[in-house]
């Protein structure tokens, strides 16, 4: 009994000294994998430079040690500003049960070698650039629970065998590039609560044994190419939460029982798909919802009594084919008034039929969104929807109602987008939405609304739009309103019965696209201020009583595609600058008093663009025009005619061949350099050719330079042919993305238009002097410089005196609201939602007034609406954009991308 206790404690000792050793063996192991790991991260951060020789492994920061063995069991280095490739001697530390690395700059293929760990429980590996395929080897870490891929650059298909990793829970592989059919393997994830896999390119249909997965809550696949029906298992997981398939081409009916089946179902996103048939009783009869969208699917039928569902805050049907245009189509709004949380409730692009209930007045006082457009509702608008205080957005367009405008509408203090356009409201426009200084959009085009215009409307100063044509409106047009500067998208008056002139403050519209104030009773002349109105691309003044000439100042109108004149009493000559409008297509100035020359170059050359038709006294112009021509000022007496034609006849036969031999040798030279020096003209921007940049920047001197970017260089300058101070933005073509980075900043600049976004004046695509590709933006010339200068002041040595630059709170804080102003309309108000990606104070540029103007467009990203999938694949340079630090936080996730 002794010597068996003795031989069982020396057995004790022996394997204790013998594990112990083991244990420091892997030790030594865990740290060189540790030192390799650090070895590949290109610039350390501060984060490792606890990472030395003085401590212990188990003390650098990141890394937890088993207590009694010392081995690294887990790496947590989220959001560590790591970059380089993820070594595979990670692989070594085979006690590792949590290896963290999201949120990071890693980039390089995932090593197969994680596929050692197999204690690992939780791999994340979210938001990094991770590229090529998911390693088919970590299907051996059969212990894993957590799996996050979400957010890089991977590609090629999702592992088989992946599907035996039993105990997963959570798989997230969303935004990346993958793509192929999901395996039939996932039927054995047998553990898996949540699969989150939207933003990606996976085809073919769901298996239908993804129905065996009983214990699954989340299910998001939305934005892939999946297409099919959705299998009917899929609907018998009766623990599903969370239900998610947007933007895929699914088509078929939902079952009748659905609402049975899923009965805990919070969340559901089959919009944007081809789904068809009616929307089943059953499904909205469950209170749990949170969020319902059923948008763009081809439903037919009326929209079945909702239950009671107090949590819900989405509640989106729109352009789904739903109602019948009948009087009850609307019944199901009644049950939303139990709803207290409801923020959004789309209803658009129906047909929906019926009056328009008095209950939304008792709608959720957090009600952001309330969308009715495009049906068939009558009825008017109730007195109550000033209750509706959130709302941003209220649009009933394009339906039937009737009766006025409630004046309560002025209590909605936080609209933006007031949508009444295409109904039969009558009445007059209430005067308190000159309360509403949060407004972007009035639009009541095509309505019968009567009276004057209220000057309280000069009060909405962030307005954008104003719509108010093809309407009965009289009286003047108010100063007030013409003094809205921030008007940038549209001023809409045509077809209503003002009077009076036009207000000289139509001059403070600087940022006006689109002005059209046509078929009124308008008199007077055209105010000399219209000049100032530079932004202009379409301008329509017809249909009025204007008279007197045109006024010269309209000159510097050179944005101008389109000008109608037409109708008004208009006199004295074309002037000629019209025809040096370089983006005119269409000119009307028919039926007006004008008389003497047509201008024959610029629009005027070309007869389908130019309307000149009732005017009496009009000569010259091109030949197809027919009019007499131009008497000559300076008549000679007839006799020295005959003189002049005998000396002039043999002359002008030498002077002819000349003229031809020369113009010959020209041609001949130009058409050589043509095809070598093609000026790419297909741009949206008024062009500008090099040499006037050229001649302008001194020839891009030094002393002109007054930045450099990531992407080139910036010059002032001052064109020749307008005398205009100007920025020159050349690109430096060399390095790479730079000319995506020109096509993208001309792309986006063409849509967008705002008084706190630098303007682009020209485009510049060509040759340089030494043959070589040149691009460069024009824009205009900020007086006062960056914001960056005036946060970090230069000190330079040079003798010139600096002004120290200060400022003072309140241009701080217009600079920041003019910034917010800025990103506002890139994000809320475009049609495609634009994210800068590289807000910092030196693309911030200040005007003569310090008003703050963002500019430099080249790394910005478009955030389609319909499917965010297309973001990635239009810029599909992943990785960290811009300038670490200065991405807006809220931007920071797209640019990360
Ligand atoms: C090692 O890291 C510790 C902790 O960050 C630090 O205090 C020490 O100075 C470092 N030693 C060396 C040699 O870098
Ligand atoms: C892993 O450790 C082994 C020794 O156990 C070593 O030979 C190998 O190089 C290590 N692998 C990596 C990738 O560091
Ligand atoms: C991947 O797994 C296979 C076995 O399936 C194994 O033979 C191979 O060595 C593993 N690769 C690495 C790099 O660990
Ligand atoms: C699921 O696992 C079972 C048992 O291991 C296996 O027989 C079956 O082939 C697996 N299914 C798929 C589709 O791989
Ligand atoms: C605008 O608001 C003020 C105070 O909020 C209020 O006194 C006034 O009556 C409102 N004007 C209109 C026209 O509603
Ligand atoms: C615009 O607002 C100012 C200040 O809030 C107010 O004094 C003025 O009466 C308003 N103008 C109109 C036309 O409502
Ligand atoms: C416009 O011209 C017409 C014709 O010349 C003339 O009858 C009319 O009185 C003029 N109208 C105005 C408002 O000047
Ligand atoms: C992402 O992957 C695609 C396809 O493999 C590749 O073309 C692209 O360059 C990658 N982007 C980055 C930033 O690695
Ligand atoms: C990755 O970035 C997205 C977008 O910002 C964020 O929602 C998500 O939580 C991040 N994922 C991880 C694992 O940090």
């Not at 495009?374 to 109550?384: A, K, L, V, W």
Request: charge should be neutral.
């Amino acid at each position: 009994m002794s010597s068996f206790i003795l031989w069982f404690l020396s057995f004790q000792i022996i394997q204790h000294s013998f594990s112990f050793s083991l244990a420091r063996g892997g030790s030594e192991i865990d740290k060189l994998s540790l030192l390799s790991f650090k070895a590949q991260i290109s610039h350390p951060p501060t984060k490792l430079s606890s990472w030395n020789e003085s401590l212990h492994f188990c003390q650098w920061s990141g890394v937890t040690c088993g207590r009694q063995d010392r081995r690294v069991i887990e790496l947590d280095l989220h959001s560590s500003q790591l970059v380089g490739s993820l070594s595979p001697s990670i692989g070594n530390l085979s006690f590792l049960s949590l290896l963290s690395l999201e949120n990071n700059g890693f980039t390089n293929t995932i090593p197969q070698e994680l596929g050692r760990l197999v204690r690992l429980q939780a791999l994340l590996l979210g938001n990094n650039s991770f590229s090529g395929e998911i390693p088919a080897n970590i299907s051996h870490c059969s212990n894993l629970l957590k799996l996050n891929l979400e957010g890089n650059n991977l590609t090629g298909n999702l592992p088989a065998g992946l599907g035996s990793l039993s105990k997963l829970q959570v798989f997230n592989f969303r935004k990346n590039n993958l793509d192929g059919k999901i395996p039939l393997s996932f039927e054995n994830l047998s553990s898996i609560i949540e699969i989150e896999g939207k933003m990606n390119y996976l085809q073919g249909g769901i298996p239908n044994s993804i129905g065996k997965l009983k214990t699954l809550n989340f299910f998001s696949l939305g934005s892939n190419n999946l297409s099919g029906t959705i299998p009917p298992s899929l609907y018998n997981i009766s623990s599903l939460i969370h239900f998610s398939l947007p933007h895929n081409q699914f088509h078929g009916t939902l079952p009748p029982n659905i609402g049975l089946t899923l009965p805990n179902l919070e969340f559901l996103g089959i919009h944007d798909n081809q789904l068809s048939g009616l929307i089943p009783a059953t499904l909205l009869n469950t209170s749990k919802f949170t969020e319902i969208y059923l948008s763009y699917n081809e439903f037919t039928g009326k929209v079945p009594t909702l239950a009671s569902m107090p949590n819900l805050r989405v509640f989106s049907i729109q352009e789904s084919g739903l109602g019948n245009d009948e009087d009850d189509d609307l019944s199901f709004l009644y049950t939303l008034s139990n709803s207290s949380k409801l923020e959004v409730l789309a209803i658009d692009g129906n047909n929906f039929g019926g009056v328009l209930p008095d209950i939304i007045s008792n709608f959720s006082t957090k009600l952001k969104k309330m969308t009715f457009g495009s049906n068939q509702i009558q009825g008017s608008i109730p007195d109550g929807i000033g209750n509706l205080i959130s709302l941003d957005t209220l649009g009933l367009e394009r339906n039937h109602l009737t009766g006025s405008i409630p004046n309560s509408i002025g209590k909605l203090q936080n609209l933006v987008d007031l949508l009444l356009s295409e109904n039969r409201l009558s009445g007059s426009i209430p005067s308190s939405l000159g309360n509403i200084t949060s407004l972007m959009q009035i639009n009541f085009h095509q309505n019968s609304l009567q009276g004057s215009i209220p000057p309280s409307l000069g009060n909405c100063t962030n307005l954008l739009l104003l719509g108010l044509s093809q309407n009965h409106l009289s009286g003047p047009i108010p100063k007030e309103v013409l003094s809205i500067s921030s008007l940038s998208k549209r001023l809409g008056l045509s077809e209503n019965q003002l009077s009076g002139s036009l207000p000289f403050e139509v001059g403070k519209l600087k940022h006006l696209g689109y002005m059209d104030i046509s078929k009124n009773r308008l008199s007077g002349e055209i105010p000399a201020s219209l000049g100032s109105c530079e932004s202009l691309e379409h301008l329509s003044l017809d249909g009025n009583f204007f008279q007197g000439p045109i006024s010269e100042s309209l000159r510097s109108l050179r944005a101008l595609q389109d000008l109608n004149l037409s109708h008004n009493n208009l006199t004295g000559q074309i002037p000629k600058f019209l025809g040096d409008f370089k983006l005119l297509q269409s000119l009307d100035l028919s039926f007006n008093d004008l008389e003497g020359e047509v201008p024959m170059h610029g629009v005027f050359e070309n007869t389908s663009a130019v309307s000149i038709a009732g005017n009496k006294n009009l000569c010259g112009g091109i030949l197809q025009l027919n009019l007499p021509t131009c008497r000559s000022k300076s008549t000679k007496p007839k006799s020295s005619t005959k003189l002049t034609l005998t000396v002039a006849i043999p002359c002008g036969f030498i002077g002819l061949i000349f003229i031809a031999s020369f113009l010959f040798l020209c041609c001949l030279k130009k058409s050589l350099r043509k095809t070598k020096n093609e000026l790419s003209c297909e741009m949206p921007f008024r062009t500008v050719a090099y040499k006037d940049l050229l001649q302008a920047t001194n020839g891009f001197s030094s002393g002109n330079l007054v930045g450099a970017g990531s992407f080139g260089s910036v010059y002032k300058g001052v064109l020749a042919f307008d005398g205009v101070t100007v920025a020159v933005k050349v690109f430096n073509l060399l390095r790479e993305g730079a000319s995506k980075s020109f096509m993208r900043e001309c792309a986006a600049l063409l849509n967008i238009r705002h008084r706190n976004l630098v303007k682009v004046l020209f485009a510049c695509a060509g040759v340089d002097v030494q043959g070589n590709d040149f691009k460069a933006l024009v824009y205009e010339f900020m007086i006062n410089g960056s914001l960056e200068e005036w946060l970090h002041p230069i000190h330079t040595l040079d003798l010139e005196v600096h002004q120290p630059k200060n400022l003072n709170l309140i241009q701080r804080l217009n600079i920041a609201i003019d910034v917010a102003n800025a990103l506002d309309y890139l994000h809320n108000q475009c049609k495609m939602p634009i994210v800068h990606c590289d807000l910092k104070p030196s693309n911030v540029l200040l005007d003569g007034d310090m008003t703050a103007h963002v500019g430099d467009f080249g790394l910005l990203k478009f955030l389609s609406e319909a499917s965010c999938q297309s973001s990635s694949s239009q810029t599909s340079s992943v990785g960290l954009k811009g300038t670490v630090g200065y991405a807006a936080p809220a931007m920071a996730s797209y640019c990360w991308r």
